[in-house]
């Protein structure tokens, strides 16, 4: 793993931290320097990461405090705060 991976790695840390800790600014600041850095690096998000930040607002999702969470026809739907919404497949 290189320098910019574990980068990216501790940024996702620090942003579900600061989101438990309701910082959400924070979280916010971290998610973009994380996307900043993958950009600059040419590497992907880990699936995690992908699937808990919102791609309008850069906010990092936490179901029930400020993402909604539904399932719908084999379908994941994340909707968050600002209205943006996520959908992902998922296999019965």
């Not at 924070?26 to 808990?52: D, G, H, K, Q, S």
């Amino acid at each position: 793993m290189d320098i910019a991976a574990e980068r990216i790695e501790r940024l996702h840390e620090l942003a579900r931290a600061a989101a438990a800790d309701r910082d959400d600014d924070r979280a916010r600041y971290y998610v973009r320097l994380a996307r900043r850095v993958a950009e600059r690096n040419r590497l992907t998000l880990p699936r995690e990461f992908r699937r808990f930040t919102c791609d309008r607002c850069d906010a990092y999702l936490r179901p029930g405090t400020n993402a909604r969470v539904r399932l719908q026809n084999g379908h994941v739907v994340i909707t968050c705060d600002c209205g943006a919404h996520a959908r992902y497949p998922y296999e019965d």
